[in-house]
């Protein structure tokens, strides 16, 4: 592999080859090892194995590049020189631990072995070097199991069968029962299993292991699991991982062991706090396997949590003095909260890893405020720190106190939010029934990595072990699901589908709610209602909003919409949809009247009957939205949708309105069509029918007239949709021009107003600059322009946009995440040509896109002046925008 | 209005403003007029009014520029010194017409009026002038009726009760027994039916006389017929129409008199011989309304044409020699067939017109190779001499002469090809029925321009009077409609809606068929087969081909239609669509159980059911193409598409699969789309079952291999439809290229392939640079991309795409001629992308666009390889990307 610089970074004993930086080349773990190393941090020493190989690896049929092993071997040099013990000396020797380290941290996802080095011959050393045989040859069934496992591929069961098997015969429960001499004959038999499961024997020689030992921590970057979480958190499959060789140092080699997790800040409420859990005597994959409980780590933790164990603060209080300093040194490096691990070996710690802490929405925020007024950070930093999406978390609806609820439970709040959902036990299942559209709520003994697929698509995650640090917690917060973790008081039996609680048996499908937020777990459906928003939350969004430089509108169609989009700091209307103003009440069948008219005098009175409801609409939409800009969608969907949709309707219709029911059904069946998507809808609806778009036309601008007499100030925008033409527009145009003079004329005020239209189809963008002559604004409706472009039904895409996404066809699904590639280019095209014929041209964007954080950078980006997007989704734009302009301005430097 | 140099532009007595090259600005015959008086052709002196005044006249509100009746009246003066007459002079009065000409000839569309200048005091001097009061009063009657109709808009119908009465009085029943007094009296009537009509007198003033006429042609400009006539035609609102001001000659003031047409060659034959017809002692409105039969120019043609009435030859022997000269002076100097008008005033020739001669595909083609080799054009003016649609009219159908039909009467053939359809009397019945897909055959008296939308949508039309210069025949010719005209022995009875042929009734929606080319008319529908070409037509398509350098080929789904294609020209097969081959007899068996099976096994099974049809069909196909590329495109349709359509079809279904009922059903539920163009379909079906493209591929490769064992020569094009992401393509090319290599492997046979895509998604057309990374082809799909680009579905879109094209929002029916404006952006931009990343990408269309000429220029010049359409319409392509080339080499020059 060309430009390879060297395959091997060192740290540990006062030198660094890499650091903090240099998270593509060494990956997260590995880059934060180095700077640990660097900054004084106590870190066992070792060495790192770049991303580069991993993907000259996988390039070169799973080989490794010339000189590689050497300098592998080099890299334990360095740390035999630090440490004074030798790989596979007999007497003291060093033991080490691989582990994998991909640029993103991808929790449980990828293989680790521990204890390296130790053989026949070496335990005896460790016997000696530690004095302790229980423990010496306790690690060395740990490797022989761990390697067997993972790369020599024996089932995990077969080896914990032996161990069961050896409690049986010793008439002991638990593992710590087992002697020294129970681990010498149970490695004896993994060995013979081994032997016998894949022909081949255990490797005794520590160079032999450790080589086995990277190769299969570059095999499970491409396990299924590892796939499917890269999909889902799309990491690109060629980044590859990186590989850490680092001395072990043992949390588990008596009571004067230990090993922990912790933040350097609450990763729950964001409280300036060390916060963490730790085991004593203890390895630290058993922290994270959820599978003893843990301990806090200070008296304040253990009290607020109700545990009866004690604290590390008390255990150990000189370590917590030393952790409260690393703590300091930490965050004041990296400005940011910190998720380290840690061991203590023999009263000394040692650090073993250190990340960006992963964080709520709520502590997210109060941390980035915090930190900003702490002085660590500057507010545009503190802005940047809360990824816009973690705030639909802040924005989820909570379960309603004032609801009587049935709690059950109550476990760890491991993850914010309330959720709802049919109680399942299988991933597998949770998939099937989301798919069909149901509201699912996974609950598991424990989660595993294998289990990811089904905690993404359930609405929440209930689990009867592990802490606040288990797999269930992490992933949950990662994914923003609310998740009550380490719910001792249920009891789950997977066999027969049903978690029982004392007396009370849930079974698979009944309903139960959990909150995230307290622990709760509650049976049945709960209602909810919106999270109230915190001084901090105003404060930091007031911070974004002073950065932000494009404007937020929301997409609104009723007084309501309206009025909670200006609470959550809408700027406007975006795209104001007048559709459902026909389908209320009676108005439904005036439209069918019109629809079914025969001249263009019964289609103005049937219009004529909805007229004053369609303004009443806008005035009280107006009256919400005082000062701020509307824009106003003419009529856009096939008319057919208005029609009745079975006989019934058919019946009451001819009843009400006289017209023979044969002529209804001969019409519904001369307006069925092939693809509506692509037929007879948006304007071209106005100009085959001129009267629906100046009837639309007089209430908006009825209903403005009123309003401005009220006192209110407004500009209504009156935007076409589906224009392809630039005659389409001006015939509309024409058309709303002529009505807005005549209200002018007979009301005696007069008010401006704009005209302009949604850039939704290929061809208005390819023509956007002779569409900009006679359009005020453009608002790009990229649902349908997204539809049109890829030639995709949104209806009909689900069947195969799965697969798309699984082949890596789109890298997303596209009605979320703009096209920037392809559609994008529509998009800035249209931009670019429109502000050609008219450099003020007023553009924004209203498909569902605008809510969307990266596609709202994309058009920062290409400059529009707005995003528009559901009302529950305008912090998030607001956010979001924020980022796309403090981020402009920083690459500018 | 600025920039107008001068309203009017004079010719006659030896001077020209004008000339032949300023159609724009004189109109059509304004410019010959000029012309013809400079080259010394004999013109009755006058002057033309310019289209820019007719434009200044609709953007001004029916006004006039300053100065402008001014420079009308020294028009006036012009004609005055020449001929030595005054306008208004009581003695020896100046008359003269006033004519419509714009810019290309809108036959009988707009308003003529003749005999200006006569007043009852200058009527007086016209009989001393004369010495034939008859004839100044029957001139004077004329330009009251025509002022009275067609300026002052009294219904034609009004006037002619006048006379019939008249007649009746006088007991004659015709016009030529009405003497001077008569006609007197008429003209009183005429005036007072004036007064009474609209309440103002005629105007005896000429000055008022001629502006008013001048009025009433601009205004005839936006008739509902001459706006229907533009629309149809493609000619723009905004070219105007100018006037032309001539002095009156008449050929009815005697029998040293008389009135003519001519062509300087043969009209439907093309054969090099002066034709024509005209009436002695007539005005030439006589001719061209077909009241009276006129009669031959020559002798041979009276002969030809079985007519008793003497020849012009032989009762003005003079004049015909002089109009030998001049076919001779006009071909010359025109270096093309005209058309002409001459009068005979009193044994002295004027001509009035001349004009390009309109022409059949036959005539045009013949005197396109004549003149070549002549010497009076080049290879190339003659290729470009014939329009490429009008090769449509030899390549269409005729009357297959075995069989027997029942001819009931024989007309002029007026012109050529065969026409079937049902017998409708009425123009707005013919449109009606042949929007309901009915095949019509219009039958009329005779034809006016009334009747124009009714002639469009016929597939024929049979006129009972008028002759070969008659309305019907010029405008059937015009549009390429078979027209026998002239067919005296049929009667036609408008009310009862039929017509008789001695005891032969037929009836309204009888089946009537008409044979153009030889006049007949027959009972019934009858079989036709394909025109014979004659060497005529070989030798100019060499001479096309040979300047030719985009290459055609031809979509062709089946062994016949390759062949067919290759017949017709085509350098290789542009489409080979695989659907069809999926539905024949028991193969739509295997298919459907391929489609409901439910694993890839059980797919592969069924698919290998169709592999040895489809082979076969390939192997004859590339037999019948060998040496020539063909492309071959992957299964594209959705699969519902295959499915059974009904409860017969999936019980038949059921018992030949095995398959149950309710599972067929279920399945076809789950397969229903919202918008199948937008769903699942194209390569979306290959990238879902691999298996399918991996059948079509095996049948593909094997079909070359059996081929190529033959001794014939063959590169296979594969061709993925419906791409819009470069790994799409990547997946299938891959599947692709795997049975390419297993199937050299097999056989050990080695050959040539290529695999490419359709561009028929804008995604493809705007990422085509990447796409082209994996593809050795593309080929536009236009039909689908002019789809996507409008957001237009093509099934769904004739509910308002004739309001769209009567409101001018789009000029051309989308799916016949490509939207260059639009979705041409799209295939430029493709090339160019493309190219950018494979400089010697083969690009190619096969949309239907790929048979239309103005679609072919364009496509030649964005710098296709190849353009590809269906086989009969082969022929056009290989003209129309000739005159591409021809033209593209003129304008670089």
Not at 170 to 194: F, M, N, P
Not at 209 to 234: E, H, P
Not at 778 to 791: K, V, Y
Request: net charge negative.
């Amino acid at each position: 592999m060309q430009g390879m610089s060297k395959y091997v970074y060192r740290f540990g004993g006062g030198l660094s080859d890499g650091d903090a930086s240099m998270k593509n080349l060494l990956g997260g773990k590995g880059a934060n090892l180095a700077e640990m190393a660097k900054i004084g941090l106590p870190v066992p020493p070792g060495f790192t194995i770049t991303t580069e190989v991993c993907t000259y690896y996988y390039q070169h049929n799973e080989s490794y590049p010339d000189g590689f092993r050497q300098d592998v071997m080099e890299g334990i040099r360095h740390i035999e020189k630090i440490i004074g013990k030798r790989f596979g000396d007999a007497d003291n020797p060093l033991l080490v631990s691989v582990r994998s380290g991909a640029r993103v941290s991808m929790p449980g996802m990828m293989d680790t072995i521990l204890n390296i080095g130790l053989n026949d011959e070496t335990v005896r050393g460790l016997v000696r070097a530690t004095g302790d045989e229980r423990f010496a040859y306790d690690s060395y069934r740990r490797l022989v199991q761990m390697y067997g496992n993972v790369v020599l591929e024996v089932p995990r069961e077969r080896f914990e069968e032996i161990i069961s098997e050896k409690k049986k015969e010793r008439g002991v429960t638990a593992d710590t029962k087992l002697s020294a001499d129970d681990w010498k004959e149970i490695i004896a038999r993994y060995k013979e299993l081994i032997k016998e499961a894949t022909g081949r024997a255990f490797p005794e020689e520590p160079e032999k292991q450790l080589m086995g030992a990277i190769g299969a921590v570059f095999d499970s970057w491409n396990t299924r699991r590892a796939k499917d979480y890269r999909r889902v958190n799309n990491i690109p499959d060629e980044w590859g991982t990186a590989v850490n060789v680092q001395m072990m140092v043992f949390g588990n080699m008596g009571d004067d062991c230990a090993t922990g997790v912790g933040f350097t800040r609450n990763p729950s409420t964001g409280e300036n706090r060390i916060f963490g859990e730790y085991l004593k005597n203890a390895q630290g994959e058993d922290v994270v396997a959820g599978i003893r409980t843990p301990q806090a780590i200070s008296i304040e933790q253990k009290i607020a949590s109700g545990s009866t164990l004690p604290a590390l603060e008390e255990e150990f209080p000189d370590i917590y003095r030393e952790l409260l300093d690393v703590k300091n040194i930490l965050e004041s490096h990296y400005r940011d909260v910190q998720d380290f691990e840690f061991t203590i070996e023999k009263g000394h710690l040692w650090m073993l890893q250190t990340r960006r802490g992963k964080r709520t929405a709520l502590s997210a925020l109060k941390i980035a405020v915090d930190m900003a007024e702490e002085g660590l950070i500057d507010r545009k930093t503190a802005v940047l720190r809360v990824q816009p999406e973690q705030l639909d978390q802040l924005l989820h609806p909570m379960i309603d106190p004032s609801e009587k609820v049935d709690i059950i439970a109550k476990g760890l709040p491991a993850s914010p939010g309330a959720a709802t959902g049919k109680v399942v036990f299988d991933p597998d299942e949770a998939e099937k029934l989301a798919e069909d559209g149901e509201d699912v709520l996974l609950v598991r003994r424990e989660t595993s990595p294998d289990d990811f697929h089904g905690m993404v698509v359930s609405k929440g995650i209930l689990t009867a072990l592990g802490g606040m640090s288990s797999h269930a917690a992490v992933v949950a917060r990662g994914i923003g699901k609310p998740c009550v973790a380490g719910c001792s008081a249920i009891s789950v039996d997977y066999e027969k589908e049903l978690f029982t609680v004392g007396d009370i048996v849930v079974k698979k499908f009944d309903y139960v709610t959990i909150d995230g937020g307290t622990g709760r777990v509650i049976l049945g459906k709960v209602k909810t209602i919106p999270a109230k928003l915190s001084s901090d939350f105003r404060k930091f969004m007031g911070w974004a909003d002073s950065f932000r430089k494009m404007g937020v509108r929301a997409n609104a169609d009723t007084p309501e919409d309206a009025a909670r989009a200006r609470e959550f700091g809408a700027e406007g209307i975006g795209l104001c949809r007048t559709e459902h103003m026909f389908f209320e009440g009676d108005r439904i069948i005036a439209m069918r009247e019109m629809i079914l008219a025969t001249s263009k005098e019964e289609r103005r009175r049937a219009l004529g009957k909805v007229l004053p409801y369609q303004k009443q609409d806008f005035v009280k939409i107006f009256r919400a939205m005082d000062g701020l800009p509307v824009i106003i969608r003419t009529l856009d969907p096939p008319l057919h949708e208005f029609l009745p949709h079975n006989d019934d309707e058919v019946r009451e219709l001819a009843e009400k309105t006289g017209i023979p029911e044969e002529k209804i059904k001969k019409k519904l069946l001369s307006m069925e069509e092939a693809n509506p998507m692509l037929g007879y809808r948006g304007c071209r609806l106005g100009i085959q029918y001129p009267e629906i778009t100046e009837m639309q036309a007089k209430a908006i601008f009825e209903a403005t007239v009123e309003v401005i007499k009220e006192g209110k100030k407004l500009v209504p925008e009156v935007m076409i949709p589906l224009v392809g033409f630039k005659k389409e527009l001006e015939l509309q145009r024409r058309i709303v021009e002529r009505v807005a003079a005549e209200v002018m004329e007979e009301t005696g005020v007069k008010f401006d107003y704009m005209v302009g239209t949604m850039i939704e189809l290929p061809r208005a963008a390819l023509t956007a600059d002779e569409i900009a002559e006679v359009a005020d604004f453009f608002s790009f409706g990229t649902n349908d322009l997204t539809q049109t472009t890829l030639g995709l039904s949104r209806d009909d895409a689900a069947k195969f946009l799965p697969l798309y996404l699984d082949e890596k066809i789109m890298m997303y699904e596209p009605f979320q995440v703009l096209d920037q590639e392809g559609v994008g280019q529509l998009v800035e095209m249209g931009i670019e040509r429109g502000r050609k014929t008219k450099p003020n041209l007023e553009v924004g964007i209203c498909g569902e896109h605008g809510g969307e954080p990266s596609s709202i950078h994309f058009c920062f980006k290409v400059g529009m002046n707005y995003v528009s997007c559901s009302p529950f989704r305008v912090p998030i734009a607001r956010l979001a925008a924020a980022h796309a302009s403090i981020l402009a301005e920083k690459s500018d430097k």
